[in-house]
């Protein structure tokens, strides 16, 4: 079983910026694609970014592109999310997403390809 947890969510002004991470536990001995999606009230889940199990490879989704940055560290087994130049659009709860691979360049946007996920992490950005 893999677990993860995200942490640094919480209320910011617009403009500013925050920096999520998420910690996986449990069978760490695989190789994960890592990625990050977000729900607003209201809305469907939707994704944000994706990261490679080498790190070498990002996609980032339109709307983040230029303002968030993916990171992983691996011998951490922590995935990082940089958010700078929030708006109150990006006000969600965030979530991070593992999904198995053997292919270390291998990322997706799907959710569908995600089989594990955690609790979510509030963000809040007032106007």
């Known amino acids: 079983q893999v677990q993860l947890v995200e942490s640094g969510g919480r209320l910011v002004q617009a403009g500013g910026s925050l920096r999520l991470s998420c910690v996986v536990s449990?069978?760490?001995?695989?190789?994960?694609?890592m990625g990050w999606f977000r729900q607003a009230p209201g809305k469907e889940r939707e994704f944000v970014v994706a990261?490679?199990?080498?790190?070498?490879?990002?996609y980032y989704a339109d709307s983040v592109k230029g303002r968030f940055t993916i990171s992983r560290d691996n011998a951490k087994n922590t995935v990082y999310l940089q958010m700078n130049s929030l708006t109150p659009e990006d006000t969600a709860v965030y979530y991070c997403a593992a999904a198995r691979t053997y292919i270390q360049n291998w990322y997706s946007a799907r959710s569908n390809d995600y089989g594990y996920w955690g609790q979510g992490t509030q963000v809040t950005v007032s106007s």
């Open positions: 990261i490679s199990w080498s790190g070498t490879r990002t």
């Open positions: 449990g069978r760490t001995d695989s190789s994960y694609a």
